[in-house]
């Protein structure tokens, strides 16, 4: 029996990078963290309310199936793992994204997500 409130499950609209210029943005402002499945920009956004992801997926991936099927383990990762600040995640994939485990997606995620965190400007 469950009684504490459930974990937000969603993925909503207001989760995801949306425009051309806030990748630009984020691209020329944030941080670059490489890793070996990812590569992923943050920058931190001080007035935000919660952090939000955008995610590129070339052609080198793979077809379109797998280039989505990365697409939705990139999402799934950021569901589980949100970051504690707000900040603006991008994540580009890199090939071997498409033939990695989740298991190993995921400490790659992790990974890049805690070395920029610490390269991130503090408030």
Known sequence: MNSGRAARETFSRDDRLRKRTEFEECY????????????????????????????????RVGDAVTRNRVKRRIRELFRRKRPPQAVEVVVNARPSA????????????????????????RP
């Open 28 to 59: 020329s402002s944030g941080v670059r963290v490489s890793g070996r499945h990812f590569l992923v920009f943050l920058l931190a956004r001080p007035g935000a309310e919660k952090p939000r992801i955008g995610i590129s997926v070339s052609r």
């Open 98 to 121: 498409a033939s990695a485990a989740f298991g190993e997606l995921e400490r790659d995620y992790a990974d890049c997500l805690r070395r920029g965190a610490s390269r991130l400007p």
